[in-house]
Antibody
Framework: QVQLVESGGGVVQPGRSLRLSCTASGVTFTRFGMHWVRQAAGKGLEWVAV????????YYGDSVKGRFTISRDNSKNTVYLQMNSLRAEDTAVYYCACQWDGNPRAAVDKWGQGTMVTVSS | EIVLTQSPGTLSLSPGERAALSCRAS???????LAWFQQKPGQAPRLLIYGASHRVAGIPDRFSGSGSGTDFTLAISRLEPEDFAVYYC?????????FGPGTKVDIK
């Protein structure tokens, strides 16, 4: 049974950085591609980034490209989202997600509970 | 990049009625890799349909997906009280894994 737990959210000033973590349990993490998806209050879902199981491929949404970096530590069953040069429009709940058997290209069906990021002075 | 458009923005219906939600893509979705999600307030999204028409295990059979190429539909045959929510389509299979803007199904 896959369980995903995000952490690291909080309030940060514009232009500063924050790192989110998502720790997985109940899975062979080294086989799992992992996504980050975000949702601003009252708004729709926005796909942010994906990383392949071995970290060999990483892709980003246009709005975060060049500012956010996805990475993983398979020894800790954890995927990270390093967020730099934060803007007010990055304020959102950030979810990590994956597909039940780890395929990074497949539709995700396992989600964490989300962690809130607020960018404000 | 594939852009997804969903219509209507809001659908006001009564329990027991049928709902039909549309998702249109700006270009053909490769291999019909189109998914539908349901999201209720304060909850993470739940995957309902993948591959345009394949229902996820445990999803009631009143939910069905259809379509191919650029035009896709999520149908809910008879709305139950728990079905009132926001529904998103998403293109997967490659980057970017774009979501549509969503359709809210609310109680009339």
């Amino acid at each position: 049974q896959v369980q995903l737990v995000e952490s690291g959210g909080g309030v940060v000033q514009p232009g500063r950085s924050l790192r989110l973590s998502c720790t997985a349990s109940g899975v062979t993490f080294t086989r799992f591609g992992m996504h980050w998806v975000r949702q601003a209050a009252g708004k729709g879902l926005e796909w942010v980034a994906v990383i392949w199981p071995d970290g060999s491929e990483k892709y980003y949404g246009d709005s975060v490209k060049g500012r956010f970096t996805i990475s993983r530590d398979n020894s800790k069953n954890t995927v990270y989202l390093q967020m730099n040069s934060l803007r007010a429009e990055d304020t959102a709940v950030y979810y990590c997600a994956c597909q039940w058997d780890g395929n990074p290209r497949a539709a995700v069906d396992k989600w964490g509970q989300g962690t809130m990021v607020t960018v404000s002075s | 990049e594939i852009v997804l458009t969903q219509s209507p923005g809001t659908l006001s219906l009564s329990p027991g009625e049928r709902a039909a939600l549309s998702c249109r893509a700006s270009q053909s979705v490769p291999n019909n890799q189109l998914a539908w999600f349901q999201q209720k307030p304060g909850q993470a999204p739940r995957l309902l349909i993948y591959g345009a028409s394949h229902r996820v295990a445990g999803i009631p059979d009143r939910f069905s997906g259809s379509g191919s190429g650029t035009d896709f539909t999520l149908a809910i045959s008879r709305l139950e009280p728990e079905d009132f929510a926001v529904y998103y389509c998403q293109r997967y299979g490659g980057s970017p894994f774009t979501f549509g803007p969503g359709t809210k199904v609310d109680i009339k």
